[in-house]
């Protein structure tokens, strides 16, 4: 046997074990072996060309700080750097064949979401939220295209996501400062009212009684009457608007019956059919989520019956130690809820719950009524 037909075979197994640097020398002959042989050298090129290419890509997979991950089409985890390991909580290794979907915390049907997403467009990027080995919820700014290796037939998907918690803590600190300013005003300008306006209104009305109770000429009581009963629906819109402004039974009473007081009090009382249902007992809460939850039941309150024309609206509240769900409901007229219109009432009950690291759904069709969907971690600080 030719000593050359050894040195290929050699050289081959070389080949299986990553030895791509050895070459087969090539004689003066020439011949057919030679070929062979120069084609094995070409090989072992080639091999070293495409494992210093895999190398530099793993360096540099791995070094980035955001989380990576590669999916297969089912949505199954085929790779993920160290970062999403580290991150994530999760040993090397850990994360692969790993459904994308036990991931993601929210939202539900997390792959499903992304691939429609891009068939719409070739990059797909919003926020959500992963689950840590720990069972912990890390929010994430996350993006995703698709991508094909040439050896595959397949399209995979690279998804990049990056933590954000420290963002978000910064966010709701802020809309925390703006939403406590707004609050201070609203009380300030309800004491104000309430202690000099509508004690002044109130004051001309004793004086309008008193005169009244003097004047004997029936046409100028009769005067003095309107205007007496003119004064007293002024004073009481005085008192509701201080009322919206800042609920003293809110404070004193708390959140439940503050709720059932506005319901009752409200300028709609009589054209709509409130119903309020609560699970048990409401755990003490801080002010500044009982004032914030009161200020989108308000809010929703009013759009239902001002644009919706409702006729009926469903306050219901369910929670444990852990979260707080409360679920808002009218028979209205709805609206779209991709256009929502130019108010700033639901970018403000948006911004109010997202201060408690808290969520607001919205479900709304034309003629089918609108609902709220809100989900707060009562044990959790913003």
Request: glycine share 6%; with cysteine; proline share 3%.
């Amino acid at each position: 046997m030719d000593k050359r037909l050894k040195k290929i075979s050699l050289r081959l197994s070389e080949y299986s074990l990553g030895k791509f640097d050895r070459r087969i020398a090539i004689s003066a002959a020439l011949d057919d072996i030679d070929a062979i042989s120069n084609g094995i050298n070409m090989l072992g090129e080639e091999l070293k060309a495409v494992t210093i290419s895999r190398d530099y890509f793993t360096n540099i997979f791995n070094s980035v700080s955001d989380m990576v991950f590669v999916l297969k089409p089912a949505g199954i985890i085929t790779d993920a750097n160290m970062a999403a390991e580290k991150q994530l909580g999760y040993k090397p290794g850990g994360l692969k064949n790993i459904l994308m979907n036990n991931i993601a915390a929210d939202p539900p049907f997390f792959f499903e979401i992304l691939k429609t997403e891009l068939v719409r467009t070739t990059l797909a990027s919003a926020e959500a939220f992963f689950n840590s080995g720990k069972g912990e919820q890390i929010p994430v700014r996350y993006t995703a295209s698709y991508f094909k290796i040439n050896t595959q037939r397949k399209r995979l998907m690279l998804l990049t996501a990056t933590d954000i918690t420290l963002q978000k803590k910064t966010d709701n600190l802020i809309l925390r400062a703006i939403i406590d300013a707004q609050e201070k005003e609203r009380q300030r300008l309800a004491k104000d009212l309430h202690d000099s306006l509508t004690q002044q209104l109130t004051a001309i009305k004793l004086h309008i009684s008193t005169a009244g109770s003097l004047i004997k000429n029936r046409n100028q009581k009769n005067i003095l009457q309107k205007s007496k009963e003119a004064l007293t629906e002024v004073i009481a819109d005085m008192r509701n608007i201080c009322f919206n402004l800042m609920p003293n039974t809110l404070k004193e009473f708390g959140l439940i019956d503050a709720i059932k007081e506005f319901c009752k009090q409200s300028l709609y009382d009589k054209q709509v059919d409130f119903t309020l249902e609560t699970n048990k007992k409401l755990l003490e809460l801080t002010s500044e989520l009982k004032i914030d939850i009161y200020r989108v039941i308000q809010e929703f309150v009013t759009n239902s019956v001002k644009h919706g024309k409702a006729s009926k609206i469903f306050i219901k509240f369910n929670y444990n130690k852990r979260i707080m769900n409360i679920k808002l409901c009218d028979n209205g007229a709805g609206f779209n809820p991709i256009k929502p219109g130019k108010g700033m009432g639901l970018q403000n009950a948006q911004s109010r719950v997202k201060s408690h690291n808290g969520k607001l759904s919205i479900a709304s069709r034309i003629g089918k009524g609108t609902s709220y969907t809100i989900t707060i971690p009562i044990n959790d600080k913003p």
